[in-house]
């Protein structure tokens, strides 16, 4: 059974930090690529970034140079690091793992608020 079980999501001040983590099972995780997605209310399901099993990762222009996402292969985790936090980044975030077949996480809620 795949399993995607994400952490890290809370309350924060515009500008501060937060790290989500998604830690994957059932899965050889080495050979997925592995992301995020974001869905505001009312909005679309949309990609933040994701990283490919030999480690290249690529980001949504809304986030280039504050988010950061890296994989530890030997823990099967995939983490977001997220800095400079905008109102606008409130949304649930979403684990994915991708390789022939797509397996989600249920979400972790992201509020950015002062």
């Known amino acids: 059974q795949v399993q995607l079980v994400e952490s890290g999501g809370d309350l924060v001040q515009p500008g501060g930090s937060l790290r989500l983590s998604c830690a994957a099972s059932?899965?050889?995780?080495?050979?997925?690529?592995m992301g995020w997605y974001r869905q505001a209310p009312g909005e679309e399901r949309k990609l933040v970034a994701h990283?490919?099993?030999?480690?290249?990762?690529n980001y949504a222009d809304s986030v280039k140079g504050r988010f950061t996402i890296s994989r530890d292969n030997a823990k099967n985790t995939v983490y977001l690091q997220m800095n400079s936090l905008q109102p606008e980044d409130t949304a649930v975030y979403y684990c994915y793992a991708n390789n022939v077949k797509q397996y989600w996480g249920r979400g972790t809620q992201v509020t950015v608020s002062a």
């Open positions: 059932g899965i050889i995780f080495s050979y997925y690529t």
């Open positions: 990283m490919t099993s030999g480690g290249r990762a």
